[in-house]
């Protein structure tokens, strides 16, 4: 017979032999204070450059081909003809076009929903083999890549992107395919409340039309009532009954927030050998107020990341990524409104944390610049601009010494009018929704004045 020591020797060593080991690559850039920095000559850097997001099937651009993406064409006499034109690709070209223009960095879509559309232990294997066409490359030439966990108006489900069916199907199973409704405390908000919306009168109340593909992951672009209100990136559907029942459970302790750490600590092993892949921004413009929830969501997604990837850099941010806090505000709580103090203490001592916040126009650019310094000083953490869409924006940036990537390189989708109402997804690719439009390989500021 075994002694306890054998047996727990040979389980041990059982374990050590079953389990993956993954050894991490540094990466190219890393966090030092509030600051970026080089990893190979610890210089601090600015870090400049586009979005690259593909909101639907397939979810990643291809690598294929030598040349640079052209402008799109996107406008009302092609969207009248339904044959305007955009990209599918991300190559050698366009890096070279990025570097060309002194962009060092691009915010590369991953895309829970594309990512992992099975409530399983891995990720979609061509998305993985996507993923990690686009990272040799960029691993290749130098370009640094966060990789950005994009949604917006949080899920399918209720007519947005980004978070996958399986886990709006666990999370508000009573709402899916039903008509959207807005729940308190949002419906006392006029401009929250969903049957307001334009478009929303198409179907109503009407519960054969919502029901119309009902639990497919491509919901949001086939089912008529969403097809009218999706286009734009209204809020109204980010506060609708099954987006607030999605956040609450990815963000509340329990199943849920474990299947997003789930993600995220599969795709830091995905990442493992690629060191452009120097950040994850872990969820774009999330769509709650629990703020508490949301932070400590955070904590567990970082460390998970850090367990595989110690020095990869982690994103943290409030509602919506909006730079609305007052620096006031952060001054006098030190940043720790609301959270729990082992959080907040938790983000003080991290050496791999970032603030990413976005700029749409309010408040002033001056007034967001302020906040978010002010968020930096508070916890010593650097702070990022990952979407923007003005120069203005670009330039209070610039002047602050802030990083920063604009919205977008290039639409990468051709679903709906604009490209002839093409089959989704047999004959599509992306998805022309939420904000889509307004594509461009050449965005320059330098024109501009300064507009503070």
Same mark, same amino acid.
């Given at each position: 017979?075994?002694?306890?020591?054998?047996?727990? !020797?040979?389980?041990?060593?059982?374990?050590?032999?079953?389990?993956?080991?993954?050894?991490?690559?540094?990466?190219?850039?890393?966090?030092?204070?509030?600051? !970026?920095?080089?990893?190979?000559?610890?210089?601090?850097?600015?870090?400049?450059?586009?979005?690259? $997001?593909?909101?639907?099937?397939?979810?990643?651009?291809?690598?294929?081909?030598?040349?640079?993406?052209?402008?799109?064409?996107?406008?009302?006499?092609?969207?009248?003809?339904?044959?305007?034109?955009?990209?599918?690709?991300?190559?050698?070209?366009?890096?070279?076009?990025?570097?060309?223009?002194?962009?060092?960095?691009?915010?590369?879509?991953?895309?829970?929903?594309?990512?992992?559309? =099975?409530?399983?232990?891995?990720?979609?294997?061509? !998305?993985?083999?996507?993923?990690? *066409?686009?990272?040799?490359?960029?691993?290749?030439?130098?370009?640094?890549?966060?990789?950005?966990?994009?949604?917006?108006?949080?899920?399918?489900?209720?007519?947005?992107?980004?978070?996958?069916?399986? !886990?709006?199907?666990?999370?508000?199973?009573?709402?899916?395919?039903?008509?959207?409704?807005?729940?308190?405390?949002?419906?006392?908000?006029?401009?929250?409340?969903?049957?307001?919306?334009?478009?929303?009168?198409?179907?109503?109340?009407?519960?054969?039309?919502?029901?119309?593909?009902?639990?497919?992951?491509?919901?949001?672009?086939?089912?008529?009532?969403?097809?009218?209100?999706?286009?734009?990136?209204?809020?109204?559907?980010?506060?609708?009954?099954?987006?607030?029942?999605?956040?609450?459970?990815?963000?509340?302790?329990?199943?849920?927030?474990?299947?997003? $750490?789930?993600?995220?600590?599969?795709?830091?092993?995905?990442?493992?050998?690629?060191?452009?892949?120097?950040?994850?921004?872990?969820?774009?413009?999330?769509?709650?107020?629990?703020?508490?929830?949301?932070?400590?969501?955070?904590?567990?997604?970082?460390?998970?990341?850090?367990?595989?990837?110690?020095?990869?850099?982690?994103?943290?941010?409030?509602?919506?990524?909006?730079?609305?806090?007052?620096?006031?505000?952060?001054?006098?709580?030190?940043?720790? =409104?609301?959270?729990?103090?082992?959080?907040?203490?938790?983000?003080?001592?991290?050496?791999?944390?970032?603030?990413?916040?976005?700029?749409?126009?309010?408040?002033?650019?001056?007034? *967001?610049?302020?906040? $978010?310094?002010?968020?930096?000083?508070?916890?010593?953490?650097?702070?990022?601009?990952?979407?923007?869409?003005?120069?203005? *924006?670009?330039?209070?940036? =610039?002047?602050?010494?802030?990083?920063?990537?604009?919205?977008?390189?290039?639409?990468?989708?051709?679903?709906?009018?604009?490209?002839?109402?093409?089959?989704?997804?047999?004959?599509?690719?992306?998805?022309?929704?939420?904000?889509?439009?307004?594509?461009?390989?050449?965005?320059?500021?330098?024109?501009?004045?300064?507009?503070?």
């Amino acid at each position: 017979m075994f002694s306890t020591v054998q047996c727990s !020797f040979l389980f041990s060593l059982f374990l050590s032999l079953s389990s993956p080991i993954l050894s991490s690559m540094p990466r190219n850039a890393r966090i030092s204070g509030k600051q !970026f920095i080089e990893t190979s000559t610890n210089a601090t850097i600015v870090l400049r450059g586009p979005n690259i $997001v593909v909101k639907g099937p397939p979810y990643l651009p291809s690598v294929d081909g030598e040349d640079a993406c052209p402008q799109d064409v996107v406008d009302a006499n092609c969207t009248a003809n339904g044959n305007c034109t955009t990209c599918t690709t991300f190559t050698e070209g366009d890096v070279k076009h990025l570097k060309s223009r002194g962009w060092n960095v691009i915010r590369l879509g991953v895309v829970w929903a594309g990512a992992q559309p =099975e409530d399983s232990d891995s990720l979609d294997p061509d !998305f993985v083999k996507r993923l990690d *066409a686009i990272l040799s490359l960029c691993d290749r030439e130098g370009i640094h890549v966060v990789l950005d966990n994009h949604g917006d108006m949080v899920g399918s489900a209720g007519c947005g992107n980004g978070v996958p069916m399986w !886990f709006q199907q666990k999370a508000g199973p009573q709402y899916i395919g039903k008509p959207l409704e807005t729940g308190f405390p949002y419906d006392i908000v006029p401009d929250l409340q969903i049957k307001k919306l334009q478009g929303y009168s198409y179907c109503g109340d009407n519960t054969t039309m919502w029901e119309l593909h009902a639990g497919d992951p491509n919901y949001n672009l086939l089912n008529p009532c969403c097809q009218q209100m999706n286009s734009d990136n209204p809020g109204q559907l980010g506060y609708t009954k099954i987006s607030q029942a999605t956040m609450d459970y990815l963000v509340e302790e329990g199943p849920g927030r474990d299947a997003f $750490v789930r993600y995220w600590r599969l795709m830091a092993e995905a990442v493992v050998n690629h060191p452009s892949a120097f950040a994850a921004e872990l969820m774009n413009e999330p769509m709650s107020i629990r703020r508490r929830d949301m932070f400590d969501t955070w904590r567990a997604c970082a460390e998970a990341i850090n367990a595989v990837i110690p020095d990869m850099s982690v994103s943290i941010t409030d509602t919506g990524e909006g730079a609305v806090i007052p620096a006031w505000v952060t001054k006098f709580f030190h940043g720790g =409104e609301v959270l729990d103090k082992s959080t907040e203490e938790w983000i003080i001592k991290s050496t791999t944390l970032f603030y990413s916040w976005h700029w749409y126009g309010a408040p002033t650019t001056a007034k *967001a610049v302020a906040n $978010v310094q002010a968020v930096a000083n508070a916890w010593n953490v650097p702070t990022f601009l990952t979407e923007f869409g003005s120069c203005d *924006a670009w330039i209070a940036a =610039e002047n602050a010494n802030i990083s920063y990537m604009y919205w977008h390189y290039s639409c990468y989708c051709n679903t709906g009018p604009s490209f002839g109402n093409r089959s989704v997804p047999q004959n599509t690719f992306g998805a022309c929704l939420l904000g889509w439009a307004g594509g461009d390989v050449n965005k320059t500021c330098n024109s501009f004045e300064r507009q503070l």
